[in-house]
């Protein structure tokens, strides 16, 4: 899965890839799914699928929460942006009162439920004790030391700057036998 911040962000990122991948099977989460098309977009993800499948989908969503896609059925995800609530007057009123008392209002009104969103997009990979994956986070934030502070422990970041990196890593992450 490849969680977006917003579907006109995916609407951007959709033909360039389509363009570079043109023989990748790519589903795409549309805004008025109704529940039928959401049921037959999740089948597609079944274990008896041999190819690589790629879902396109918003974070925070109906996709980046409360799907349990266990096994091989989901092996990875790749979380683009840091998952900032848009602007709005509740969450402006959220970042005042925080600040009012001295605390961080941004972090509250903003930074936290972004993380929310990222864990909860994150946590589509992993779902049981013997499912295996990796969780790409695509934007230099992550690497600054607020975001950094609010990963899990168990997570082993690595910060790369090129793909060769990554398909490195990836590499020696699926070459490790399963534990």
Known sequence: ?????SYEYLKMVYPLYETA???QKILVQTHEMRE???????KNFSE???????????????????????????????IVGVGLPGISLEREMIRYHFEEN??????YAYRFPGLIRVLQASGRVIRTETDRGVVLLIDTRYSRPQYQELFPQEWQVHQTQKSKQITQILEEFWAEPNP
């Open 48 to 78: 008896e699928n041999d190819r690589t499948l790629v879902g396109f989908v918003v974070m925070g969503g109906i996709f980046g929460e409360g799907i349990d896609l266990v096994g091989d059925r989901l092996s990875g995800a790749a």
């Open 21 to 23: 991948f043109p023989h």
């Open 36 to 42: 039928t098309e959401r049921v037959s977009f999740l």
């Open 102 to 107: 001295q605390m961080p209002g941004f972090d």
């Open 1 to 5: 899965m490849v969680y977006f911040p």
